[in-house]
């Protein structure tokens, strides 16, 4: 398959897709990639993570959600978000012949995502990318009711300067979600994998860090 942008119906909308194979792989699962509640399916961010994926050995899908391309900021009811990303999914994936099926993405997508997943939407695994736990200066309104009914496995990144993701209550949720949940810790990353000069670190080395994680995680 070759790159390709299509349209699909969900629902009363229509939605326009962006299917990029793997750069080092045939036959590679498919990812479907949701954008977070500020970005969309071509921001910065969205653009490096899909050509990071790809070269992970993923096919990546990605899409903008309807509030997105009707230019409206405020996203979507969740049941319709989690609605949009089955039917691209389900769309994609018989479309491309693919046999293997990944689905998640950034913040608000990789949220809508898991709570597909924990519903019981057939999917392979779930990669979430700076998972939201809670609204940011409000630790105590937690989104993690729904992650214990997700039974494939789970890779979740956040940073350790994440504003939406505070460590010690992630690392309280992971352990009593189950042994299908990995969690990985990028050092010095904020909510948007940005770190800051002083850390010692780049943008580009906690993608190169993700690469590397997410390589070994397809691997196991």
């Known amino acids: 398959m070759t790159a390709q942008d299509f349209t699909i119906a969900a629902g009363a909308d229509r939605i326009t897709v962006r299917y990029e194979p793997a750069t080092t ?16 399916m071509s921001d910065r961010g969205m653009n490096a993570l899909a050509a990071l994926l790809r070269d992970c ?32 999914a389900t769309t994609v994936a018989a479309d491309v012949g693919a046999t293997r099926l990944i689905i998640g993405g950034r913040s608000m997508g990789g949220r809508a995502a898991s709570m597909l997943a924990a519903d019981g939407f057939a999917c ?8 939201p736990l809670h609204p940011a200066g409000e630790p105590a309104k937690l989104r993690d009711a729904h992650l214990s009914g997700i039974a494939v496995p789970v890779l979740c990144f956040n940073g350790t300067r994440d504003s939406l993701c505070r460590r010690d209550l992630m690392d309280a949720v ?21 770190v800051t000069q002083s850390s010692g670190r780049t943008d580009a080395d906690v993608l190169d860090e993700i690469g590397t994680a997410t390589r ?3 691997a196991d």
């Open 57 to 88: 050995g993923l096919d990546v899908a990605r899409f903008d959600f309807p509030y997105r391309a009707r230019g409206s900021r405020r996203p979507d009811p969740m049941p319709r978000l989690a609605e949009c990303i089955a039917a691209v």
């Open 216 to 218: 070994a995680w397809l």
């Open 174 to 194: 992971v352990a009593r979600v189950g042994g299908n949940f990995r969690m990985h810790w990028l050092e010095g990353a904020d909510h948007s994998f940005h």
């Open 124 to 131: 392979d695994r779930l990669l979430l990318l700076a998972y």
């Open 25 to 40: 792989a045939t036959g590679a699962p498919l990812f479907v990639l949701a954008h977070g509640a500020g970005g969309h």
